[in-house]
């Protein structure tokens, strides 16, 4: 059987459309948790340890 294929921007569009169907809390659940993540990556440091053999 062949699957149609979907462009990049139908596939886009499908996602948005998906996202409008869900209500307001989930919306703002999701928007909490993303800046959440996102005050997590802007206070993180990467430190390196050199590998030390014993």
Do not use: C, N, W
Not at 24 to 29: D, S, V
Not at 32 to 41: E, G
């Amino acid at each position: 059987m062949e699957k149609p294929k979907q462009t990049f921007d139908e596939a886009e569009i499908a996602l948005l459309k998906e996202g409008l169907k869900r209500s307001y809390k989930e919306r703002f659940e999701m928007a909490t948790r993303l800046y959440k993540i996102q005050q997590t990556m802007a206070k993180a440091t990467i430190v390196h340890k050199p590998f030390i053999k014993k």
